[in-house]
């Protein structure tokens, strides 16, 4: 069974920056594309960033040019950093394993896990 498991959310001011990690065992982590997601109070859950088995990337519009997803593969990790943060981006982030990163479509091979609150505000 495979298990996700995400930290490094906080309380950061306006324009602060954030490292999320996300941890994945019982699975073979490199041959997957992985997502971060994020789920707002009263809001669907969205993919923010996904990256490919291979490396390539891709960003929701809203996180362009301000978050960097990458993987470390010997360490089965994937990180989210978040630059310029906005109160906007407050939220519970996930990860979870992809089967592609062609579309953004917010859906996850596994059970989500227990997620990290990412606060942004003054």
């Known amino acids: 069974q495979v298990q996700l498991v995400e930290s490094g959310g906080g309380l950061v001011q306006p324009g602060g920056s954030l490292r999320l990690s996300c941890v994945a065992s019982?699975?073979?982590?490199?041959?997957?594309?992985m997502g971060w997601y994020r789920q707002a109070p009263g809001k669907q859950r969205e993919l923010v960033a996904a990256?490919?088995?291979?490396?390539?990337?891709r960003y929701a519009e809203s996180v362009k040019g301000r978050f960097t997803i990458s993987r470390d593969n010997a360490q089965n990790t994937v990180y989210l950093q978040m630059n310029s943060l906005k109160p906007e981006d407050t939220a519970v982030y996930y990860c979870n394993r992809r089967r592609t990163i062609a579309t953004m479509e917010a859906y996850g091979m596994d059970s989500w896990g227990q997620g990290t609150q990412v606060t942004v505000s003054s």
């Open positions: 019982g699975t073979i982590f490199s041959i997957y594309a």
């Open positions: 990256v490919s088995s291979g490396g390539i990337t």
